[in-house]
């Protein structure tokens, strides 16, 4: 019995997600980067990259994962040099993490490996058949996006490059999450 359409879609994105977010992350961890760092650690990084300082809470709330887990995370980090930690003046209880130059070569290594494979990957294809893996891809990747709450990560690896068409987009041509985490800075730096 041969696979439905539905169901080899079904089983490539599963593969694509597991292959682009897990094992070449992984192989990059282990055999390539100059620090041994985990999967949760090089996302705080990848987070700081794309967007800039967090507080300690907001990862937390970012990754899923508990504050004694962010705060011990991030004290790996700030050993290796790759992040800062600063205690806020207003509530010693609260920290701003902020990316260090390593700490952005250090993921933009990763990106540069990244994006090679993924172009060696292309090769195979016309530019006819780009055209059309995009425009399909995005139209894909836009369905399943739909009525999802928890796509506070993608927005944060956007980078601004799916800006003109993210579904993610408010009334006023804005993104809502960057909005929302301006908001939560400001609040921040009140508390300073």
């Known amino acids: 019995m041969s696979a439905t359409p539905q169901q080899l879609i079904s089983e490539y994105s599963r593969m694509l997600s597991q292959l682009l977010g ?98 060696k990957a292309l090769e195979v294809l016309s530019d006819r058949e780009k055209e059309l893996l995009a425009e399909l891809l995005s139209k894909y990747v836009r369905s399943c996006m739909f ?13 601004d490059v799916i800006m003109e068409d993210c579904r993610l987009i408010n009334q006023e041509n804005k993104c809502r999450f960057v909005e929302k985490i301006e908001k939560q800075r400001a609040i921040n730096q009140n508390r300073k």
């Open 147 to 159: 009525g999802e709450d928890m796509l506070d990560v993608i927005c944060l690896q956007c980078n």
């Open 22 to 119: 897990d094992v070449m992350e992984q192989s990059y961890l282990l055999h390539k980067a100059p620090h041994q760092l985990t999967r949760t650690q090089f996302s705080i990084l990848k987070i700081l990259n794309t967007s800039g300082s967090f507080l300690g809470s907001e990862l937390s709330r970012i990754l899923g994962i508990s504050r004694p887990a962010v705060s011990k995370n991030v004290d790996k980090l700030v050993k290796h040099k790759l992040v800062t930690r600063k205690i806020l003046k207003k509530d010693r209880r609260t920290t701003e993490i902020s990316l260090l130059k390593s700490g952005r070569n250090f993921v933009q290594a990763y990106e540069k490996i990244r994006l090679q494979k993924q172009e």
